[in-house]
């Protein structure tokens, strides 16, 4: 294994023991997954030759529980301080790679509804975006899905590419 972070690491076959300058973590890896306890590790990444640590916040989405037809959704951002995020709305799910992008891109880019702008303000303190879901009883059953890319945030395996956050669905639901 290779582990990148500003951290030590003792290796132990497929166990890392993993220390920050403020507490220990122990990282298992079996098959590319893993699992991490620590109160300042939070993103941990993994490959079959490759385990990458992170005490930075990596980007994400996440959602509020609205699904009923008018309620009012939020978009949660989690993203770096002054960051800008291009979040996609598109109504297919998809499985891409592209050139310069870490990750994979999970909606359909020839499916969009909208892109739209959001700021990242540190971690820990989400950038929101509060939209209704469609009113109309026959649109119960509409499912769309939404990723964020952010062209000024590296990746954590390639720093010369841009970062995804992981996606999110919407659906609405009676």
Known sequence: WVARSTGAAQFHGSSVDWRTSSSPAQLTAADSQIAYGAANLVSVS????QLTASTAAAPMLSLGRA????ELQTLALYAP???V???GLARRA???TFP???GTVWIDPSALYAI????GRGEGTPAQLSFPLPAHPQMVGWTCWLQALLPTVPGALDPSSMSVT?????????
């Open 94 to 96: 998809a499985n891409n």
């Open 81 to 83: 301080l002054g960051h």
């Open 100 to 102: 310069g992008v870490e």
């Open 67 to 70: 699904s009923a037809p008018g």
């Open 116 to 119: 739209v702008p959001l700021v």
């Open 85 to 87: 995020a291009l979040v």
């Open 46 to 49: 993994a490959t079959s030759s």
């Open 166 to 174: 992981n996606p999110v669905a919407v659906c609405v639901r009676s």
